[in-house]
């Protein structure tokens, strides 16, 4: 990968099993390097993906990200184009939005230590159904013929607790005031990360604000009911956008929508990429070839645009 730093340079590649990423610096005749083995990997690729490294004195990212919509390498969010930082912390609040779990081992809450052999990758059950032990339990009652068994989390509880099982990645990155990976679906997330509340005229980034923006669309408001899962099934691969209209025409009248009476049925076909458009982000943004580079996230505050840009 080429910088904007005609002297630097990227390489990834491939060896004896392992990846890395070099930076090279050429100078006339002097060339230096610094190579880091690829640790984790964190993002599902549908986006694209980070990647993390291992220090005796910590986690910490890698300069260089691959960015799936443009089949390319790019510097990695953040990180500044023509430089090689290999620097940047992984604190445990991060962690906590893109792993079930990791131990952590540091004396100060935002230290990147952790037990290199004691983590979850990925968002498994635990992370909205609470303790596997529990679910254990459960069924052994049920073996037992004990009795009825306690319903898990997210299940039965109020629309506020099964919100904040997905506000703990897409509610803002907040401020931890408890120990990293401590919440338990079920119990209030205030008691955990302080979450910022916006007033009614912030702006609000496309990117980790969905619990907030859905908050403020009327749909919502206007039903007791309504919760992340009324649309996404978390078990279940991210169906094509417009499938999700379907919801939509559960409460609304297709012929209430003036684009429909103005071009036909067919248009409500497709209810979210104009009340749910995909929009720039300002905080998720990288930098190439001497541009600015925004990743696009759908808006989740439901209403009616003006003006919906193509998703």
Partial sequence: MSTLNPELTFRMEARDGCFYQTAIRQKQAHIAKR?????????SATKGQTYLYWQQNGLFELPVSYWTELHRWVNSPGYV??????????????????ATYFQHTGSQPSDNYYNKDNFVLGISCERCHGSGSEHVKN???????????????PLALSRD??????????????????PAFSFRPGEPLAEYVKLAEPT???RLDVHGN????????????SSPAMSCSTCHDPHAPERPAAEYSARCLECHQA?????????????????????????ASNLLVLDADDMRLKARVRNHWIRVYQKSPPP
Avoid at 35 to 43: A, M, Y
Avoid at 84 to 89: I, K, L, T
Avoid at 140 to 150: E, F, L, M, R, V
């Fill in 200 to 202: 009614a005229t912030d």
């Fill in 255 to 279: 012929e209430q929508c003036g684009m429909v009476r103005k071009l036909g049925k067919q248009n409500a076909s497709n209810c979210i990429d104009c009340h749910m458009p995909v929009e």
């Fill in 161 to 178: 607790r099964q919100i904040d099982v997905c506000a703990q990645c897409h509610g803002g990155a907040g401020e931890p005031i408890a």
């Fill in 35 to 43: 190579t880091e083995q690829i640790g984790l990997v964190i993002g």
């Fill in 210 to 221: 969905q619990v907030n923006l859905l908050a403020r669309s009327r749909c919502f408001q």
């Fill in 139 to 153: 069924h052994s009652a049920i073996s037992a013929h004990s009795g009825a068994t306690k319903t898990m989390p």
């Fill in 81 to 98: 184009d023509g430089s090689a930082d290999f620097d940047r912390p992984v604190p445990p609040r991060c962690l906590e939005c893109h």
